[in-house]
């Protein structure tokens, strides 16, 4: 066991039990807007995990239900529920990860943009909070319009004197998953072993999944097969909006994408060697001063922000195509956090 819990990371190993917490440093885990449709789901899976010691349940209401009824688990992690802003601090203080699922979801018709009027709002005020009250946590941020939210929190982190860019994540996992489990299916490979990296961003076709990467490579998925996959992996987000009608996005799986995630940034803290997951992050990579791609985590966050490697005709079309749009969501953010 131990041996698994050291080994590198990659999204397929998750939940590694039974565990014994003996030799884990502590660590405490924030959850912003942990009642919600993924809050409650991440808190679970959270309290499932061995490398937490202490979750921090935080959301405007409803946290001590939530925080009392994951308690009961028998598990490593301490609970404690917090509800509403004057207790947003004492939530915040002494935690290594912070995620951020708080904010409104997408309806039928909606793309994630049109969440910016709210969540940016939600996500400047969870952003001063923790610039002041755990300024060396490492950030993952949920809430959509992620390609939008993560330059607001940095131009926040920036003004308050705290931004560190190794410390400040997209969570892209989700689009990561889908690409494996789509691939996997159309390739007819075995799920588990399959990695496809995804780069860009989080909103449409700034969604790129790179499957000439993918592993097991497949010599029988033809160019229109490719192009669908793509596509479905860009859409996968609208299709469970449209399943669900009216109901919310995706919250199961994301809870799960955003739990092998913060799991992975656990690992790099603890020192763990070899963890690599894609990310929206501060980026040279591209002439764009965020972008996702793969990245590798250490003891203080990014370690290394991997290129994209070699591109298919298909994906350098796709990468060319992004840009703008990608471009003017980050811009958006800046302009927002210096505004208001
Ligand atoms: P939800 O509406 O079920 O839950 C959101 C929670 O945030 C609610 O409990 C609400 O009380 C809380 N909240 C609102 N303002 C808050 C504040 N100031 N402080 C703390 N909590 C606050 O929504 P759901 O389905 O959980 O989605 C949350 C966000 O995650 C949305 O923005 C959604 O678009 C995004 N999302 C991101 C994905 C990704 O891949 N990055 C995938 C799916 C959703």
Known sequence: VETALRRGSSSSHFLLRPFSSGSLPDRKVAILGA????????????KLNPLVSSLSLYDIAGTPGVAADVSHINTRAEVAGYAGEDQLGKALEGSDVVIIPAGVPRKPGMTRDDLFNINAGIVKSLATAIAKYCPNALVNM????VNSTVPIA????????????K????????????????????????VEEVNVPVVGGH???????????????????????????????QDGGTEVVEAKAGKGSATLSMAY?????????LKGLNGVPDIIECSF?????????????????????VEEVLGLGPLSDFEKQGLESLKSEL????EKGIKFANEN
């Open 35 to 46: 009642a919600g449709g993924i809050g409650q789901p991440l808190s679970l899976l959270l």
């Open 142 to 145: 949920i809430s959509n319009p």
């Open 154 to 165: 940095a131009e926040v982190f920036k003004k308050a004197g705290t931004y560190d860019e």
């Open 167 to 190: 410390k400040l994540f997209g969570v892209t996992t989700l689009d990561v998953l889908r690409a494996k489990t789509f691939y996997a299916a159309k390739a007819k490979v075995p």
């Open 203 to 233: 909103a449409g076709i700034t969604i790129l999944p790179l499957f000439s990467q993918a592993t097991p490579a497949s010599n029988s998925l033809s160019h229109e097969d490719i192009k669908a996959l793509t596509k479905r992996t």
């Open 257 to 265: 994408a955003g739990a092998i995630f913060a799991e992975a940034c």
């Open 281 to 301: 992050v501060q980026s040279n990579i591209t002439e764009l001063p965020f972008f996702a791609s793969k990245v590798r985590l250490g003891k203080n966050g």
């Open 327 to 330: 471009k003017s969501s980050i």
